[in-house]
Each structure stands twice: as C-alpha cells, then as structure tokens.
C-alpha cells in the first residue's frame, strides 16, 4: 500500500510527490539559468559534454544502486538515444543561451511534451484528442507566464 493522499489534494496526489515535483522542478528551471552562464564561459560544445558526462554518471549510479547492469548489448539503440535525447537537445540549448533569455530556453524546452506526444501518436502508441493538446497548450502558456516572456530586442545575434 502506497503513501496517502493529501487532504483534498486532487487526483490522489500525495505530498511525497508533490515534493518531488517541486525539487525536479527547481532543478530543471536552474538548468536554464545556469547555461545562460556558462554557456559563454565553457563554451557551448564543452558545457555540453559536462552536462552529458554527468547525466551518464548519474544513470550509472542509479543503475548501481538498484543492483541493476548497464545494458551493453543495447548500446546501439542507447546511443542513438542519448544522442538524440540528451546530447544533442544540450548543445542546441547551450548554443541559444548565448543569445535568448533563459525564458525562453525553458519555454523552448517545455514543448518536449508536445513534440512527445505527436512522436507518441506517429509511432501509433498513443492517440491524439483534443483533451491532451489542450493540456499541451496550458503547460506553453503556463511556462510562458511563469518565465514572464517579454519582447527580445532583434539583432544580428538573435535573428
């Protein structure tokens, strides 16, 4: 039997969760800011490839401590993966925080879920209503209020 539920929380969310949720979500959100520094320190190709290693050290050290193997004989379709999940997405987003405001980087990064789902339909294991493109469409907006999204002033730069 799982944790309970919150007085009145919606959905059977349970604190533990919502914690949870709030921790990724600063983490997530710092990510932005932190390339918007770094990116023109290191580099965006080396800020990269840091934030690619430590991605990899992490899942080695969650896999360790589930007891569980790196899939070797996968290493094909993980990388493949990787490349197109985590190492590229990271030098594309490095690269914008030398000119876009990190708002804008994470209202970039949040339309995953919409590219997710229409990936997810393509492929036929899911199916699109107007329901989910209607959440898809509240996260955009909801980002893009959080983030405070203003006018970013045309150069030669950022155009």
Same mark, same amino acid.
């Given at each position: 039997?799982?944790?309970?539920?919150?007085?009145?929380?919606?959905?059977?969310?349970?604190?533990?969760?919502?914690?949870?949720?709030?921790?990724?979500?600063?983490?997530?959100?710092?990510?932005?800011?932190?390339?918007?520094?770094?990116?023109?320190?290191?580099?965006?190709?080396? +800020?990269?490839?840091?934030?690619?290693?430590?991605?990899?050290?992490?899942?080695?050290?969650?896999?360790?401590?589930?007891?569980?193997?790196?899939?070797?004989?996968?290493?094909?379709?993980?990388?493949?993966?990787?490349?197109?999940?985590?190492?590229?997405?990271?030098?594309?987003?490095?690269?914008?925080?030398?000119?876009?405001?990190?708002?804008?980087?994470?209202?970039?990064?949040?339309?995953?879920? +919409?590219?997710?789902?229409?990936?997810?339909?393509? +492929?036929?294991?899911?199916? +699109?209503?107007?329901?989910?493109?209607?959440?898809?469409?509240?996260?955009?907006?909801?980002?893009?209020?959080?983030?405070?999204?203003?006018?970013?002033?045309?150069?030669?730069?950022?155009?």
């Amino acid at each position: 039997m799982g944790p309970r539920p919150t007085v009145g929380a919606p959905c059977g969310l349970h604190l533990k969760h919502l914690a949870q949720l709030v921790a990724l979500s600063a983490l997530w959100g710092a990510s932005f800011i932190m390339n918007r520094i770094a990116s023109p320190q290191l580099g965006p190709e080396v +800020l990269a490839l840091f934030r690619t290693l430590i991605a990899t050290a992490t899942l080695a050290l969650l896999l360790r401590v589930n007891g569980m193997r790196w899939p070797r004989g996968h290493w094909r379709e993980l990388a493949g993966l990787g490349l197109l999940s985590v190492a590229i997405p990271f030098v594309l987003f490095a690269w914008a925080a030398l000119t876009l405001p990190a708002g804008y980087s994470a209202l970039f990064n949040s339309t995953a879920a +919409l590219f997710g789902l229409l990936a997810a339909v393509w +492929l036929g294991e899911d199916r +699109l209503t107007p329901r989910k493109l209607a959440g898809c469409a509240v996260g955009l907006v909801g980002v893009g209020l959080t983030v405070g999204l203003g006018p970013v002033a045309p150069s030669v730069r950022v155009v």
